[in-house]
């Protein structure tokens, strides 16, 4: 057992992701294809294009990851694949290469939860998150705080009731005819802008709860920008500045509900370098740890599902049968606890 690597194959979206992980070494190969430049003429993601070039790339990855970890097919024992959330003709790529790899080496394969994969991501690194703790997930389609006690273990303690803070900068990001992706685009105009020259609203805090709402402050920005056209890097700022506190106020309300002196902060969005320095502020006033995954890490990739696969796999968890099984809505309160 203490030499058992897993394979773990990324296919949710837009990002072609492989990763192997060992129980003796860690990570030890990962490679990621982005197809950024395929949707970009579209200003986001299609679908069935989406699922072609993960048709394409997938099976080229695993044999160059391979190749980077001098291993061949046979060494691996045991595949993760993500069975969901996401679109269902890029998740039924990748599970169909896994259970088919599977059956053919008589490994065991099993279907990874892909916010799971972006809640453990940060188990990717020396210093590591201690469990319990509160998650802050901002990928793509979510936005949410989870308390979790352990793996599997997870109750969410606050959610968007409408756009995820990603959608909202994307969105955002295309009022002001930036490029795509929207979100590194904003946030890299907002380095250029004044902060305070326009004051936003921060949705939702003066309220009880958990649960977050950006899509009024996506509103905020077409009416700011209607009227204000040619201040762009000033709206670019104050819609970066009143996302990120109010992300900021919501972990800090989270810390205090469940008592935990952890913050692990995960997902696409988690590379922004404000969200960054207002959680590390607030974590010191809290005396909290704030963890995140390095900055390849946040996005898609297939490093996270190796991970996170192998730790229930290593447990004995398994995706039974030759059937493909994929659960494009899937709840983390679903998942077992290992």
């Known amino acids: 057992m203490a030499k058992f690597i897993t394979l773990g194959i990324e296919s949710s979206c837009d990002e072609t992701g492989i990763g192997?992980?060992?129980?003796?070494?860690?990570?030890?190969?990962?490679?990621?294809?982005?197809?950024?430049?395929?949707?970009?003429?579209?200003?986001?993601?299609?679908?069935?294009?989406?699922?072609?070039?993960?048709?394409?790339?997938?099976?080229?990855?695993?044999?160059?990851?391979?190749?980077?970890?001098?291993?061949?097919?046979?060494?691996?024992?045991?595949?993760?694949?993500?069975?969901?959330?996401?679109?269902?003709?890029?998740l039924l790529v990748g599970s169909?290469?896994?259970?088919?790899?599977?059956?053919?080496?008589?490994?065991?394969?099993?279907?990874?939860?892909?916010?799971?994969?972006?809640?453990?991501?940060?188990?990717?690194?020396?210093?590591?998150?201690?469990?319990?703790?509160?998650?802050?997930?901002?990928?793509?389609?979510?936005?949410?705080?989870?308390?979790?006690?352990?793996?599997?273990?997870?109750?969410?303690?606050?959610?968007?009731?409408?756009?995820?803070?990603?959608?909202?900068?994307?969105?955002?990001?295309k009022i002001l005819g930036l490029g795509y992706p929207g979100g590194p685009a904003l946030a890299t105009l907002a380095e250029q802008g004044v902060e305070g020259t326009f004051k936003f609203p921060r949705p939702m805090i003066d309220r009880p709860g958990l649960d977050f709402s950006f899509s009024g402050l996506k509103t905020f920005a077409r009416n700011t920008f209607a009227k204000y056209p040619e201040q762009k890097a000033d709206i670019a700022k104050a819609f970066e500045v009143a996302s990120t506190q109010t992300l900021m106020i919501k972990c800090r309300r989270a810390l205090v509900q469940t008592g935990y002196k952890t913050l692990v902060v995960a997902g696409g969005v988690s590379a922004n370098t404000a969200l960054r320095k207002e959680l590390n502020t607030m974590g010191k006033k809290a005396k909290a740890e704030v963890f995140y995954p390095r900055q390849e890490f946040c996005t898609d990739n297939g490093a996270m599902i190796a991970l996170a696969g192998h730790l229930r796999l290593v447990r004995g968890q398994t995706t039974s049968g030759n059937e493909i099984v994929i659960n494009p809505r899937w709840s983390l309160e679903e998942l077992q606890a290992v």
Do not use: C
């Open 96 to 173: 169909a290469v896994a259970k088919s790899l599977a059956w053919s080496l008589k490994i065991p394969a099993l279907g990874v939860h892909h916010m799971e994969g972006h809640l453990l991501a940060p188990l990717l690194e020396a210093k590591q998150p201690k469990f319990p703790f509160v998650a802050l997930l901002v990928s793509g389609g979510h936005t949410m705080l989870v308390d979790v006690k352990a793996i599997g273990q997870y109750k969410i303690l606050g959610e968007s009731l409408d756009d995820a803070v990603g959608e909202a900068f994307d969105k955002t990001a």
């Open 20 to 90: 192997l992980y060992s129980e003796q070494d860690g990570l030890i190969a990962h490679q990621l294809f982005s197809q950024v430049e395929i949707h970009a003429e579209y200003g986001g993601v299609v679908p069935e294009l989406a699922s072609r070039d993960h048709i394409q790339r997938v099976l080229p990855l695993i044999k160059a990851v391979l190749k980077e970890a001098n291993l061949q097919l046979t060494d691996i024992d045991g595949i993760a694949y993500t069975a969901g959330p996401g679109l269902a003709g890029a």
